[in-house]
């Protein structure tokens, strides 16, 4: 099923169909607008948005956010797939390490070779994220460093 996938870099147009998928996946949209030549978009052979997945850039550190895929296509790869794509991004970039934030997929992304730290030990632009109020205080922060 990934070989009928294509990802492929989202566009300034392509702002508000993010937004909306984020919507319809319970996921905040703050902040979209702002970094959207950071975001990754899955689509079908159809065209139909399969997921998507963004990158905040603060310096040499980056928040990984708005990792998200369609109902239908959960559990076939579609995830790690973007993931590893925005992960490509940021080290073509010099980023140094990755921030994420989440409620729910903790598991998974340890899954992915993220580690669970301390908000504290989060750094201070990332913690500057438009994103960053909309995760209450219950949700895992996390890290990846890039080598």
Do not use: H
């Amino acid at each position: 099923m990934l070989a009928d996938i294509r990802i492929r870099p989202a566009v300034r147009g392509d702002s508000q169909q993010i937004s909306r998928f984020l919507n319809e996946n319970e996921l905040p949209t703050v902040g979209v607008e702002k970094c959207v030549e950071n975001f990754v978009v899955a689509q079908d052979r159809n065209g139909s948005w399969v997921g998507v997945a963004g990158l905040e850039v603060y310096g040499r550190s980056g928040l990984l956010r708005s990792v998200a895929v369609d109902r239908r296509f959960r559990g076939m790869g579609q995830g790690r797939a973007l993931v590893d794509a925005v992960l490509r991004n940021a080290r073509a970039k010099g980023l140094e390490r990755i921030y994420l934030l989440t409620d729910t997929a903790q598991a998974y992304f340890s899954g992915l070779g993220f580690e669970v730290v301390g908000r504290k030990d989060i750094d201070e632009a990332v913690k500057a994220s438009p994103e960053f109020p909309e995760c209450g205080e219950g949700a895992a922060a996390m890290r990846k460093l890039l080598s």
